[in-house]
Nanobody, 130 residues
Framework: QVHLVESGGDSVQAGGSLRLSCVVS????????VAWFRQGPGPEREGVAG?????????AWSLRDRFTISKDNAKNTVYVYLQMNGLKAEDTGMYYC??????????????????????WGQGTQVTVSS
């Protein structure tokens, strides 16, 4: 069974940095896509960044200069990180890690669709004060 646990959320001042971590266990290491989503006050979850088993990445266009996604593999476990620099008040929200045992999501814009992911973590809160 695939299990995701996020950590690293915190309250920071604008301009600061945070590194979020997501531990993904139970997933097929040869075929996966893991993405970070965030949800602000509204109902929609926004795709932030994604990475697949091969190391290919995708970013929300407006965030690509400040956010970096990376990963490490261990036995039956994937560690996915989101480095966030130059944080702004509008980056405030709950950040979720999501995973799907499928290739090709990063080849188009579909990686940003929450409905394409079967597995989700509980989220970690990021609060940026100006």
């Amino acid at each position: 069974q695939v299990h995701l646990v996020e950590s690293g959320g915190d309250s920071v001042q604008a301009g600061g940095s945070l590194r979020l971590s997501c531990v993904v266990s139970g997933i097929d290491l040869s075929t996966y896509t893991v993405a970070w989503f965030r949800q602000g006050p509204g109902p929609e979850r926004e795709g932030v960044a994604g990475i697949d088993h091969a190391g290919s990445t995708g970013y929300a266009w407006s965030l690509r200069d400040r956010f970096t996604i990376s990963k490490d593999n261990a036995k039956n476990t994937v560690y996915v990180y989101l480095q966030m620099n130059g944080l702004k008040a509008e980056d405030t929200g709950m950040y979720y890690c999501a995973a799907e045992s499928r290739r090709g999501l990063l080849s188009g814009a579909t990686w940003t669709r929450p409905r394409d992911y079967s597995y989700w973590g509980q989220g970690t809160q990021v609060t940026v004060s100006s």
